[in-house]
């Protein structure tokens, strides 16, 4: 089996800031890209973030230039820093993986809830 395990979520002010953390644990021998989803009330699930296992990153156009994705790989963590905080990035924040070997596929994190509040 394949756990994410997610954790920095909570309640900001507009303006302030939250890290994101989510750990890969289980049967697992590599692992391609990990991202974070969003999912706000509503409203369909959107990739924020994501980074591949050789450090390349993608943004949505939403967060660009507030929101920072990073990998340990040795630790099989991902981090989302997050900046510069809007009411509209208010979503439930879900870590996913895909992992090449191991308990290969899509593997997804249970969720933790973001509230910015204006």
């Known amino acids: 089996q394949v756990q994410l395990v997610e954790s920095g979520g909570g309640l900001v002010q507009a303006g302030g800031s939250l890290r994101l953390s989510c750990a890969a644990s289980g049967t697992i021998f590599s692992i391609g890209v990990m991202g974070w989803f969003r999912q706000a009330p509503g409203k369909q699930r959107e990739l924020a973030a994501s980074i591949n296992s050789g450090g390349n990153t993608n943004y949505a156009d939403s967060v660009k230039g507030r929101f920072t994705i990073s990998r340990d790989n040795a630790k099989n963590t991902i981090y989302l820093q997050m900046n510069s905080l809007r009411p509209e990035d208010t979503a439930v924040y879900y870590c996913?993986?895909?992992?090449?070997?191991?308990?290969?596929?899509?593997?997804w994190g249970q969720g933790t809830q973001v509230t910015v509040s204006s």
């Open positions: 996913y993986a895909f992992v090449l070997e191991g308990v290969s596929g899509d593997h």
